[in-house]
């Protein structure tokens, strides 16, 4: 169901609640008679990328309400495919390569799939339809460029684990190996056709994993290896399942006749010939797979992997074995005898018929899920309108403030692409993990990243990088005076930078413009001297996060940065008359248009409207905005934690919270958007960091799933009605998307006219950019050809700003 519009309430947190504009095109399919509910998707992502491709020579940023991932492809853990495609699975989504130009494609939530997560993948060669077992329970059906979806299993409330542990396909059906038993799904009616339930007395058994000869099914249990006949009339009865080995194996494959069971990390004959020895390398093994009448065995070493691939004898054929290319291969795969291999540490990589050369094919991406503090500037070089640059840290602390020793390091987005930064490709930052913070100079154009562990890492342009930690101006932790913990950064306009240093004796470090240190103790009890987010306000004030239940410092540094006697604190708290937070447990800060600061707490939102006044005379609380509906009125988030606040050019908020996503009017009186991760591509209703391209619109969310991102309608508004653009120009035949028009000074006057000077339409600017769905003031498509834009600012001065082309069928 689609519908839109102001939303009656805020929901209390988790509550099922998903009134939202729907990007995602789909229909609900009743159950017929005997059938099961299942949801067909349509179409959309095969159009998006159609799009995508005929505009890539205007922009690389999605067209407005679009949505595209940021996931990570590194980590390859399946693959399938035919002669013409080759899939490969990671934990979170898909991609695909196309065999006839080695292009490469992915395929995610933000793309049409149901969710992220994936745990199997199979690949019906005769049929071309692709199935997807998400961790779950959760099932997709790939087949013609729609996504089917069969969510019956996971909904179903059954008692016991529900894990999808191998997908097997077999004669128009896909078999589903469980921890509840096998599962059976009908590829053409898109349903779950049935369920096997083989454990002794018709109890529950879970099966690892499956395999056919043709003529029987062999399930590897805890119970030994069952088989039943292919063409037993009634699989579902348990008595049908007998004991072919009371071996108890990992997985087990068919080969030219052969049952092969993977027991530890020996390859045996199962069956009468039970623990005959079949093969054993030298590694871990782990997994088999079975094509072209050869086995292949994915093995892991230490320090590297290879794949081993064997004939119907035992005989080595070849082995697969480059450093940098397998360390864990997960699963293997021949076409026409060329080898594909996924492999979780090096992603998806082809090796030729010869074995001796190989190619890796890996979708450009984050190294890691990006689910840290990002921040987004615009490079100085660039030109007018051009994307902004994104810089991501991977995390470094749970919602304890335990460090979490993640290596992935940082991330960045330019129009080249990603760039990931960590030990792998830049060895100075061996050592240096957990990032948690980052903050951009824009004096002199660095880029700070805060570790939780290990300072703070300087990067100027030309990739040139400096630590401090011990010895420098960083303190230690006081609870381990190994742990150097920076959780916030922010620069003020004179170049200085604040930076929260989590657990010091000093947790208030400033790193001035000159490259002086000078570090500062909060005047206040906060226990374990928690700091994280940093804040400068309008008036040079610093505003910090004090996790754990803490509340929020306010700090004026006076006059002159390295004399304390003028400064001044302040502490915000629940109570009137000390802050009159909503919540002492506070979570983001956020600077609107006005100046004002925004601060989500676990108990919604409180407003320090009287930043200019902090340390006057008078008394400066928080406001709780008041949302009103009809008769009844509430408290702003009231009941939900809110974790990220980003303030976008049109100086609407966008809230992230453990429910999903808002984008909420500048009075806060208004929803414009709900997003949530079961009615839209967001990933994860989970939402931890939001950071907005001022320059193009797009919302970026880092989720605990990983990070997507969706061109919204407003951006940063500019001096001038200079460097006006349009996108897409020319609009493409049969584009039904919206135009944006950007480049505006805020609440611009856009006139769209005809070369006569017809008016066709006009709209004011949201921030610096006014969006067009390309019809008329009546509702009509317009014609091919040509259109001008007049855009006029405040004092009603029009001029002719640019032109917009409308290209016919």
Not at 255 to 263: A, E, H, N, V
Request: glycine share 12%; net charge negative; hydrophobic share 40%.
């Amino acid at each position: 169901m689609r519908r839109s519009g102001i939303l009656p309430a805020f929901p209390a947190e988790g509550d099922g609640f998903n009134l939202v504009p729907v990007t995602l095109a789909g229909r609900i399919t009743r159950p017929r008679a005997g059938g099961h509910l299942c949801m067909h998707v349509r179409r959309w992502f095969l159009l998006c990328f159609f799009l995508s491709g005929w505009l890539a020579g205007l922009a690389q940023t999605p067209v407005i309400g679009h949505w595209r991932d940021h996931l990570p492809y590194h980590q390859a853990i399946a693959v399938a495919g035919a002669e013409s495609k080759i899939y490969c699975a990671t934990p979170y989504s898909i991609f695909w390569v196309d065999n006839t130009d080695n292009s490469i494609h992915r395929l995610s939530k933000t793309d049409g799939l149901s969710e992220t997560g994936v745990r199997a993948l199979c690949y019906d060669a005769q049929r071309d339809k692709l199935t997807i077992a998400y961790a779950s329970s959760n099932i997709d059906i790939v087949s013609g460029g729609e996504v089917f979806n069969i969510p019956d299993i996971r909904r179903a409330s059954l008692v016991g684990d529900k894990t999808i542990n191998q997908a097997l396909v077999y004669n128009g059906f896909v078999y589903l190996a469980t921890n509840l038993g096998i599962i059976v799904l009908d590829e053409d009616k898109y349903e779950v056709k049935d369920t096997y339930v083989i454990g002794a007395d018709g109890d529950t058994l879970a099966v690892q994993s499956l395999a056919t000869d043709g003529n029987y099914f062999y399930a590897a249990t805890a119970a030994g290896l069952k088989k039943a006949s292919t063409n037993s009339p009634d699989l579902a009865d348990y008595h049908n399942w007998t004991l072919s080995d009371g071996s108890v194996y990992r997985q087990v494959v068919a080969l030219d006749g052969k049952i092969l069971g993977l027991r530890n990390d020996s390859v045996l004959l199962t069956g009468d010939q039970g623990g005959s020895f079949f093969y054993a390398g030298p590694g871990h093994i782990n997994g088999l797979s079975v094509a072209e009448d050869r086995l292949l065995v994915c093995e892991q070493r230490s320090d590297s992997g290879r794949v081993t691939i064997l004939t119907s004898s035992g005989q080595t054929d070849r082995i697969l074995q480059t450093p940098d290319m397998l360390r864990s291969p997960r699963q293997a795969l021949l076409v026409q005898g060329e080898a594909w291999v996924a492999d979780s540490l090096t992603g998806l990589s082809a090796w030729g018929v010869s074995g001796d050369q190989a190619q890796r094919y890996i979708p450009n991406s984050p190294f890691g899920l990006a689910t840290g503090p990002m921040v987004i500037y615009q490079d100085p070089s660039a030109g007018p309108g051009a994307a902004g640059v994104l810089w991501g840290a991977s995390g470094g602390a749970d919602t304890n403030w335990v460090a979490l020793h993640n290596h992935d390091g940082l991330y960045r987005l330019n129009g080249n692409g990603w760039t990931n930064y960590n030990s792998n490709d830049y060895p100075i930052l061996q050592g240096v993990f957990d990032f948690d913070a980052v903050g951009y100079n824009p004096r002199d154009s660095s880029l700070w990243a805060g570790s939780f562990g290990e300072g703070v890492l300087e990067i100027q342009p030309g990739d040139r990088f400096t630590v401090y930690a011990a010895g420098s101006g960083v303190g230690p932790a006081l609870d381990d005076p190994s742990a150097y913990r920076v959780s916030g950064i922010a620069f003020d306009k004179d170049g200085n930078g604040w930076m929260a240093n989590h657990g010091a004796a000093h947790d208030l470090l400033l790193r001035q413009a000159n490259g002086q240190w000078l570090s500062f103790a909060i005047p206040f009890s906060h226990p374990g001297n928690a700091v994280s987010q940093v804040l400068v306000d309008d008036y040079s004030q610093v505003w910090m996060v004090s996790p754990k239940g803490n509340g929020v410092f306010c700090y004026s540094p006076g006059a002159v940065l390295d004399n304390t006697s003028d400064d001044q604190w302040k502490y915000y708290r629940v109570g009137a008359g000390s802050g009159h937070l909503p919540d002492n447990h506070v979570y983001c800060l956020a600077k609107d248009r006005s100046g004002f600061i925004w601060i989500g707490t676990g108990n919604g939102i409180g407003v320090i409207q009287c930043t200019q006044q902090v340390f006057g005379a008078g008394v400066c609380d928080a406001v709780w905005p008041i949302v009103q509906f009809d008769a009844f009125a509430g408290y702003l988030f009231s009941g939900q934690t809110v974790q990220t606040i980003a303030v976008d050019g049109a100086d609407r908020k966008w809230v992230g919270t453990r429910n999903g996503v808002w984008l909420i009017s500048p009075d806060a009186q208004k929803i414009i958007y709900h997003f949530t991760a079961d009615s839209t591509p967001l990933l994860s209703n989970d939402v931890r960091n939001i950071a907005i391209d001022p320059q193009t619109g797009e919302v970026f969310f880092a989720t605990t799933a990983g990070l997507c991102s969706f061109r919204s309608t407003a951006t940063e508004p500019g001096e001038h009605n200079s460097n006006v653009l349009v996108f897409p120009n020319p609009v493409p035949p049969g584009y039904a998307g919206t135009i944006a028009i950007r480049g505006l000074v805020d609440g611009a006057i856009v006139k769209i006219t005809e070369v006569s000077g017809r008016l066709v339409y006009q709209t004011n600017a949201l921030g610096g950019q006014a969006i067009w769905d390309g019809r008329d003031y009546r509702g009509r498509k317009i014609s091919t050809g040509v259109y001008l834009v007049l855009v006029s600012d405040v004092s009603r001065h029009e001029q002719m700003a640019t032109k917009i082309v409308f290209i016919g069928k």
